[in-house]
């Protein structure tokens, strides 16, 4: 198994669209990116912390690539809007993605390279090192599965098609 952690957005909608894609054992919401340990959700909405709400994926690279995931993330939020996603603004709602090596750091390099040339504006999302992952409180995880009817700024829209399998590491 493998990780992968991507902010795009309120954590609600990201990780309920990931845990929908075969091959994903678990996506988690929670918090990277910033410089408290154990932060609060209250502490995170408060600008201090630095945060960025996340989503850890697990997943079984032999069911689903990297790439795959990467694609999911360009399509499920705007990645050309600093610091919103729909009505939900703040630093905490950036787009970024929390690379876990030196291969997935040039796959996201260069997913975003070919995602850009499907937006008019350009791509904000920050491509940083993954420091440490804090699991949010019990009641943000599968939120929408514990809310069915809440509204979500999330859905894939399919702006991005998905990349032949050379295409984002220029190989």
Known sequence: MEKATFAGGCFWGVEHLFN???????????????SRDNPTYEQVCSGRTGHAEAVEVTYDPAKVTYR????????????????RQGPDFGHQYRSVIF??????EAE??????????????PIVTEIVPIDRFW???EYH??????????ASCHWIR???????A???TGA
């Not at 690379?99 to 997935?104: A, I, L, R, T, Y």
């Not at 996201?108 to 504006?121: I, M």
């Not at 995880?141 to 809440?150: C, T």
């Not at 399919?158 to 032949?164: D, F, L, R, T």
């Open 68 to 83: 795959e995931l990467l694609n999911a993330f360009w399509n499920m939020h705007d990645p050309t809007t600093l610091n």
């Open 158 to 164: 399919g702006w991005v098609p998905a990349e032949p």
């Open 20 to 34: 929908e894609i075969p091959g994903v054992i678990e996506a988690v919401s929670g918090y990277a990116g910033g």
């Open 108 to 121: 996201a390099n260069g997913s975003k390279g070919a995602a850009q040339a499907h937006f008019q504006r």
């Open 166 to 168: 050379e295409a984002s």
């Open 135 to 137: 699991r949010a409180e």
């Open 141 to 150: 995880q599968r939120y929408f599965d514990k809310h069915p009817g809440h």
């Open 99 to 104: 690379f876990h090596n030196p291969e997935q």
